[in-house]
């Protein structure tokens, strides 16, 4: 089992910045990615950033030039810095991961993917 604690939401205005922080734990497992989606009431969950074992990043249109996602592998952490924030970035923020565990010696794997509780984002003047 891993488990994801997020944390760094919370009330900003618009133009204003954030920093999420999500930290996965656990044993037995190495992480193909990790990513932050998002969730608006009333709308469908949606990628914001991912970043890849190798460190490849992908981003969502709607953030690519404001918000930044980094990963320290030592600790299994990923960030999302949110830059220039606007009153449509107003979310739940979700972190997701991708975790691989070998399950023999031959090294069979499973990939399992695990998501945090989410954390408030609200940009509001």
């Known amino acids: 089992q891993v488990q994801l604690v997020e944390s760094g939401g919370g009330l900003v205005q618009p133009g204003g910045s954030l920093r999420l922080s999500c930290a996965a734990s656990?044993?037995?497992?190495?992480?193909?990615?990790m990513g932050w989606y998002r969730q608006a009431p009333g709308l469908e969950r949606e990628l914001v950033a991912r970043i890849t074992s190798n460190g490849n990043a992908d981003y969502a249109d709607s953030v690519k030039g404001r918000f930044t996602i980094s990963r320290d592998f030592a600790k299994n952490t990923a960030y999302l810095q949110m830059n220039s924030l606007k009153l449509s970035d107003t979310a739940v923020y979700y972190c997701?991961?991708?975790?691989?565990?070998?399950?023999?010696?031959?090294?069979?794997?499973?990939?399992?993917?695990?998501w945090g509780e989410g954390t408030q984002v609200t940009v509001s003047s």
């Open positions: 656990g044993r037995g497992f190495s992480i193909n990615a």
């Open positions: 997701n991961t991708n975790v691989r565990r070998i399950v023999n010696v031959e090294g069979a794997y499973v990939d399992k993917e695990y």
